[in-house]
């Protein structure tokens, strides 16, 4: 059984080689098309070309061998990081500043409830089983999951303004 980890921010980015000051977003999830990876990597490769302190980690089985020639014809390995299937999930996600899941469709966001369980600030779809899932006072910072504008734009903004997703997740999500 998985628990929520014991682990640090700063023992999770030195166990992955990402840099302790830079703006860690992840995701879990294997390769399927209601997990929206395409939207996630065209938003990641446009986030991560402008700002070079943005880090993507993307867990999941089969999303390193369908997308690594991609990021490596972009240049970005070295800022989106395509895990694979991952066991640890649970200490990784304590290496994150946000969760970005964009599906399409999901039976049971488990990994977005991890995620939640885990006190990490998300962005996620306005699709009916995540409105379920997502206590009603955040409800309305779910996101189109096929407006890739509105995606960058919630996480660029979330980036841009991290000291105040701090103070809200001190009120917010420790209750």
Known sequence: KEDISTKNKQEIRAYLGIPENCFVIGHSGRLDFSK???????VAIKLCKKYN?????????????????????????????LM??????????KGLDLFYFPSITDGNPNALLEAMV???????????PIRE???DYLQCTLINPYNEEENYSAIEDMYLHREKEIERKEIVYIK
């Open 118 to 128: 885990s006190n990490i600030p998300f962005v996620a779809s306005d699709i009916p």
């Open 36 to 42: 929206n990876h395409d939207m996630i990597i065209n």
């Open 84 to 93: 694979g299937y991952r066991t640890d999930v649970m200490d990784i996600l």
């Open 53 to 81: 302190d943005i880090h993507f980690i993307l867990m999941g089985l089969n999303v390193d061998n369908k997308y690594s020639p991609l990021i490596n014809t972009h240049n970005l390995s070295h800022q989106i990081h």
């Open 133 to 135: 899932s997502v206590p």
